[in-house]
């Protein structure tokens, strides 16, 4: 199971105290507390994995080392170790305590998000000609603490959208070594998808229906995968009543999203297009192309190697612009 949204406590270490000590050896009495340790912070780094976030499935809390105190004769303390979070590329960080966000977009980018506290000084540092031998010491600082959302935004270089059952799938499965789930019925996908075609990554992007943008069926939970993909492959399957109607429930789910979805560039995809009589395919695009104006309408199947070349065309094209 896909965990693609999630929301975590993250607490930095606190520093340690410094020490009060003194030197015991004849003619070289003095102060000698060490200071304490820095707390360790926790950061975020980004990976090419998508399950990363599985981590938090059960366990909602990530920790820094606290400091070590300090002790005598000039010891520091040790500094505690830092938390290093492995998270998708693509993760959004969401700070609910101070309405801050960061992104991570890269692999092995790291970004802060809990920052250790200072450690305290030790009597050494509060010696003076007045005050020879110090009692005084600083106890170290709390860490920062946050809860946190943490939200999937898939990168990907081509999405693939529609309607459920409309072998978005099954041309994933075709073209790469991607083994989604794949059968005649609504829902089969019921997460995102990732498949590699060369250089160029590919993403179905399941669970579209009418009313998805206001949380109906699964589309709410995957709309936000689209917005950080570069072009859109839409899929209408040959079969529909109503090819336009089909195509206009998507665009409109994407225009009640986030208008700028409409804007990405876009390619009009008609699948399965085996189980309709030519004839009547070519009149059902006809149609389709009237109402929809300077597009590029594919039919295709992927039982018929002519037109997947059409579509391998495209893509390769895509990446060689890449």
């Known amino acids: ?80 170790e830092d938390a290093v979070i492995q998270v998708p590329v693509g993760t959004v960080m969401h700070n609910l305590n101070t309405g801050e966000k960061k992104e991570i977009l890269k692999t092995g980018e790291m970004i802060l998000a809990a920052k250790g506290g200072k450690g305290g000084r030790g009597n050494f540092f509060f010696r003076s000609s007045r005050n020879t031998s110090p009692t005084q ?48 019925y609504p829902f089969t996908t019921l997460e995102p998808n990732l498949g590699v075609y060369f250089d160029l990554i590919l993403a179905d992007i399941p669970g579209l229906i009418k009313g998805a943008s206001s949380g109906k069926g699964l589309g709410i939970k995957f709309l936000r995968h689209i917005e950080r993909t570069k072009i859109i492959f839409h899929f209408i399957s040959a079969d529909s009543k109503d090819l336009f109607k089909d195509y206009s429930v998507i665009c409109e789910e994407l225009r009640e999203y986030n208008k700028e979805l409409l804007e990405k560039k876009e390619y ?55």
Do not use: C, H, W
């Open 137 to 184: 010491f600083q106890g170290g600082t709390s860490g920062e603490e946050f809860d946190l959302r943490l939200e999937l935004k898939l990168i990907a270089d081509v999405g693939f959208i529609g309607l459920p059952n409309v072998g978005k799938s099954s041309l994933l499965k075709e073209l790469t070594n991607a083994n989604p789930k794949v059968a005649n």
């Open 268 to 322: 009009i995809f008609i699948s399965k297009a085996d189980m309709v009589e030519k004839d009547s395919l070519e009149g059902k695009i006809k149609d389709l192309g009237k109402k929809i104006k300077n597009k590029e309408i594919i039919p295709f199947s992927i039982f018929d190697d002519d037109s997947l070349k059409k579509v391998k065309d495209i893509l390769n094209q895509i990446a060689r612009e890449k």
């Open 1 to 80: 199971m896909l965990i693609d949204e999630i929301t975590i406590k993250v607490r930095a270490g606190r520093g340690g105290k410094g020490s009060v000590a003194f030197n015991k050896n004849k003619l070289s009495l003095g102060p000698t507390g060490g200071s304490g340790g820095e707390g360790g912070s926790v950061y975020f780094t980004g990976v090419s994995d998508l399950g990363a976030l599985k981590q938090f499935r059960f366990r909602k809390e990530a920790s820094a080392q606290d400091g070590k105190d300090g002790r005598g004769q000039f010891v520091d303390g040790k500094s505690g």
